[in-house]
């Protein structure tokens, strides 16, 4: 009978619950993403690193849970107030994480990307290695270098790997309608690199064959590629020698410094930050069940 009497007790504490202890906690929540992600967006404040992604939220989740004191004061402490104090120490950490999760969120999505309006942009110094194209740019084709090497390696047993590789270099021109006026030196280079396996001990008839079928293959994939139009781009930090190769047949090489090497992003950008974000949202999930369920279960304050 203990049991029944229980759930009948505790079923009529819900709307109490509800009102004075659940609504209070979903304002706070709810508040404290639009403003951290507003302010976040608005401000873009990359710089300030991990003073902004995990200082600020700190701090802002410790007013939040000062503001909670006085409405979740229905839960019943002892004389030190340790029942109230555990949901507002997983809150704290809840919006920690929280806002940690949304600043990584928006910084790929909005700090790493940014529009390149003119060529001075593209060889500035900086952190930033996302770039983003607009039809301001072009490629020009007749100037598209390219470089096909094949490569072997030894592998444990004396067993040969043959395998190609085949790299691109499309300078970037600027505004030009007419690439016989362009005198300057292009300040950057669209660069695209295919590698294929051909097989391991081939003879040099097959070995050449193979080879000569991914070179046609290759030329066809990248021929069929929109290079009128570009989305976000990857400075190459640290190119392969064929890729200078490629630069240096196009014709347009640099004749001192090396040149600005950018490669397109294998993932589309929409999907960069998912993974961050998931992951805080995981875990921001979890706290925030155990929160919910403490204020549900926690006992209260005996009324009069």
Not at 185 to 190: C, E, I, R, S
Request: proline share 7%; charged share 15%.
């Amino acid at each position: 009978m203990a049991g029944p009497a229980f759930f009948t007790s505790w079923r009529g504490t819900l709307p109490v619950r509800w009102r004075g202890l659940i609504v209070p906690y979903g304002k706070a929540l709810g508040i404290f993403v639009v403003g951290y992600a507003g302010a976040t967006a608005v401000g873009q404040p990359w710089s300030l690193g991990h003073w902004w992604s995990l200082g600020v939220p700190a701090l802002t989740a410790f007013g939040v849970c000062w503001w909670l004191w006085r409405p979740w004061a229905l839960l019943a402490t002892n004389s030190r107030g340790e029942l109230r104090r555990l949901p507002l120490w997983l809150l704290w950490i809840v919006l920690v994480l929280l806002g940690w999760s949304l600043r990584n969120y928006l910084r790929y999505r909005l700090g790493e990307a940014r529009d390149m309006h003119s060529a001075q942009e593209l060889v500035r110094p900086g952190n930033a290695i996302f770039f983003r194209l607009h039809s301001s740019f072009y490629l020009d084709r007749a100037h598209v270098g390219r470089y096909a090497v094949s490569r072997v390696n030894t592998l444990k047993g004396g067993t040969k790997n043959y395998f190609a590789t085949y790299n691109y270099a499309c300078p970037l021109l600027v505004a030009a309608t007419d690439t016989s006026v362009f005198r300057l030196t292009p300040p950057a280079w669209l660069s695209y690199s295919y590698r294929a396996d051909l097989g391991n001990d081939l003879t040099p008839g097959e070995r050449n064959w193979r080879y000569q079928n991914f070179v046609a293959r290759t030329d066809a994939r990248f021929d069929s590629l929109p290079l009128a139009r570009f989305t976000y781009l990857l400075r190459v930090d640290n190119p392969d020698p064929a890729q200078y190769q490629a630069v240096r047949a196009s014709r347009l090489a640099p004749f001192y410094g090396s040149p600005l090497l950018l490669a397109p992003i294998r993932a589309p950008f929409a999907v960069r930050g998912t993974r961050t974000l998931r992951l805080g949202l995981w875990l921001v999930g979890l706290g925030n069940s155990a929160v919910i369920f403490l204020l549900l279960v926690m006992p209260l304050r005996p009324t009069d």
